[in-house]
């Protein structure tokens, strides 16, 4: 699947045009036409809604999507809940939710287009999503959140991500939205 540069979020569609039909990219810097290949950092444009962009599902959920999971499988619900009980709960999560809030979209959009993406799918589940689910299982928190953060580490150096994760702490977020997968983009 081929996505353009007018269907990214990061895309100032709505901003002036230069040279024909090209549009600013606020993560380059630089006037692009629509309908160019979009780069590595393609956000799918969703629906925008008190001024987040929604910009696409978590890793996990991505996983399981490509790997034919439904989304109320008891690994996504015991994710979710760990994200909100636990997480949520401890101020020492916050700026890991931040950063995941920021980076983990980004990851699940190369993740579903990665060419291997079943392997890759597999590869995830095996080695981190189902480790941390079993860790959850058994309350031992801290292992849970290190095998997770190491499995988003996997994931930021296999395609190539470390430069686009340094954490945005001055942006302001509600405990309901965070680690939801939304980020509030920056006006260039």
């Known amino acids: ?20 039909n090209e549009k600013y990219c606020k993560k380059k810097g630089k006037y692009y036409p629509q309908d160019r290949v979009a780069c590595e950092h393609f956000l799918k444009r969703i629906q925008e ?11 996990t959920t991505i996983v399981c ?4 999971y439904p989304d109320n499988c008891d690994l996504l619900e015991t994710l979710r809940e760990f994200r909100e009980k636990f997480l949520k709960q401890h101020q020492e999560y ?5 950063e995941y809030d920021q980076i983990g979209p980004i990851i699940s959009q190369h993740l579903e287009n990665d060419i291997d993406s079943v392997i890759e799918a597999n590869q995830v589940l095996n080695n981190f999503l189902l480790p941390t689910y079993q860790l959850i299982k058994l ?5 849970a959140v290190n095998t997770y953060q190491q499995m988003v580490l ?12 340094i954490v945005d702490h001055t942006q302001i977020y509600s405990s309901d939205t965070l ?4 980020i509030r983009l920056k006006e260039s």
Request: glycine fraction near 14%; hydrophobic fraction near 35%; charge should be positive.
């Open 179 to 182: 680690g939801k997968g939304r």
């Open 49 to 59: 809604k008190n001024g987040f962009h929604q910009t696409g599902c978590y890793i």
């Open 65 to 68: 999507n490509i790997l034919g």
């Open 139 to 143: 309350h031992d928190y801290e292992k």
């Open 1 to 20: 699947m081929v996505n353009f540069c007018g269907e990214c979020a990061l895309y100032d569609i709505n901003g002036p045009t230069k040279w024909g």
């Open 94 to 98: 916050i700026g890991l939710l931040m």
């Open 154 to 165: 996997f994931l930021k150096l296999k395609y190539y991500l470390l430069r686009d994760s």
